[in-house]
């Protein structure tokens, strides 16, 4: 008897529920109705503005990617190369080796959050003005491009992707190619890669080198000049010493030469079969798909909520209703009300 009574209860209140909604149906369909037109009309008329004024704009974000190792082979390899071809004293002519860091894909996810990078794109793209700000220059500017400004790092591909979202698409195009720019020289800078440092190693000691072997032809010529002019026969031995003496070092210079030019090339040769550190895969493209707002889904999300919101308010008016025709609801609210 009492699991019926349960069920006869249960079923009532359902009734009494379905009765309600029955009672204010054109208010939840009129509501519902009213904002899914209004919804409807202010995406379009959100589209039709220029997005400078509109309030829901169309939003673009182009992307950049990158391939970043977390090291490079840099001497080991070289000095290997100069083992085998006999010039394995030389190896330190290259210059210094340094190593890659623990994590270079935690680095560049760091740089592109950095107040560094923040602030040269804000003087670069004139953000202050762009985005109006007049109190807090730099903190305001700072905290309003972290929120369009994203870097992200994929472990399986290796892959580094820098995105920057704004209703200008040419624009975020090349806020985001100057973000490329500077994580590549950021990383110079820094001297994460072995091998590029050592070629620019290289190339600097090459060309002392060479100036050093011009420097001694010129002595040459000009001490041999010196004789040929009928100087001093005190002074001949002397300048036949010297003349020797720069003969032994242009020789020694000419072979210190032939030695780093042979790193040099085989350092070219490591370069091309191997990765390096931060290398551009894609710049990035002016978009001409939008990558925002989703007007359909806010049609639909304003819709369900002024549904869902016109269900209640039908059940608080049912039950001011149902208060307002019971008279001791009606006489313990004034009880109250009095005291």
């Not at 929120?147 to 290796?158: A, F, I, M, P, T």
């Not at 590029?196 to 000009?222: F, M, T, V």
């Not at 010297?242 to 000419?254: D, P």
């Amino acid at each position: 008897m009492e699991e019926n009574t349960i069920n006869q209860d249960e079923e009532i209140s359902l009734i009494d529920l379905f009765a309600v909604l029955l009672h204010y149906k054109l208010m939840i369909i009129g509501v519902s109705a009213i904002a899914a037109v209004f919804s409807v009309v202010f995406a379009i008329i959100s589209i039709k503005m220029p997005p400078e004024i509109s309030p829901l704009p169309n939003k673009y974000t182009p992307q950049a990617q990158m391939l970043i190792k977390e090291s490079s082979s840099g001497g080991g390899g070289i000095s290997s190369m100069l083992a085998s071809s006999g010039l394995s004293s030389l190896a330190g002519l290259a210059g210094v080796s340094v190593g890659g860091g623990a994590s270079n894909k935690s680095l560049a996810i760091y740089l592109v959050s950095s107040n560094t990078l923040l602030d040269a794109v804000t003087d670069e793209f004139g953000i202050v003005e762009r985005y109006k700000v007049e109190d807090h220059v730099r903190a305001t500017c700072r905290k309003a491009l972290k929120q369009v400004l994203k870097g992200s790092y994929d472990d399986e591909s290796g892959v580094f992707s820098v995105s920057f979202t704004d209703i200008d698409p040419v624009f975020a195009q090349s806020v985001v190619n100057y973000v490329v720019d500077w994580l590549s020289d950021k990383f110079d800078e820094l001297g994460l890669d072995n091998n590029k440092i050592q070629k620019e190693n290289l190339e600097r000691n090459i060309q002392s080198s060479y100036n050093e072997i011009l420097k001694i032809e010129r002595d040459l010529k000009n001490l041999g000049a010196s004789v040929g002019n009928g100087s001093d026969a005190w002074n001949i031995p002397s300048i036949s010493t010297g003349i020797s003496k720069l003969q032994l070092e242009l020789e020694a210079q000419k072979q210190v030469y032939t030695q780093l030019k042979t790193q040099y090339e085989l350092l070219k040769v490591q370069m091309q079969s191997e990765t390096p550190i931060f290398q551009i895969l894609e710049r990035p493209e002016i978009p001409d798909l939008k990558s925002g707002p989703s007007r359909g889904k806010l049609c639909i999300i304003i819709t369900f909520a002024a549904f869902f919101l016109s269900v209640f308010a039908a059940f608080a008016l049912n039950a001011w209703k149902n208060i307002k025709n019971d008279p001791e609801a009606v006489q313990k609210l004034q009880l109250k009300k009095r005291g």
